[in-house]
């Protein structure tokens, strides 16, 4: 079970690293029509959850990067 795990990690952070920039967008363009949807209520929320999922998209990428997958 560890190995699938393992296995998994080292996928997410291949797709960051190779497509980082583009979930990044995505991930942007989904909290402003969720924004808009819901009137602007729920800002400040959704863009701290945007930032953190960039953030965490970006560390996968560097984690890729680092261990050379």
């Not at 729920?42 to 984690?63: H, M, W």
Request: charge should be negative; glycine fraction near 14%.
């Amino acid at each position: 079970m560890f190995e699938s795990l393992k296995n998994l990690k080292d996928k997410a952070e291949d797709v960051a690293e190779a497509h980082g920039e583009a979930i990044g967008d995505g991930l942007e363009k989904a909290g402003d029509l969720i924004d808009e949807k819901t009137d602007g209520k729920y800002g400040d929320q959704i863009d701290t959850g945007v930032d953190k999922a960039q953030a965490l998209v970006e560390r996968l990428g560097e984690q890729a990067r680092e261990s050379g997958n």
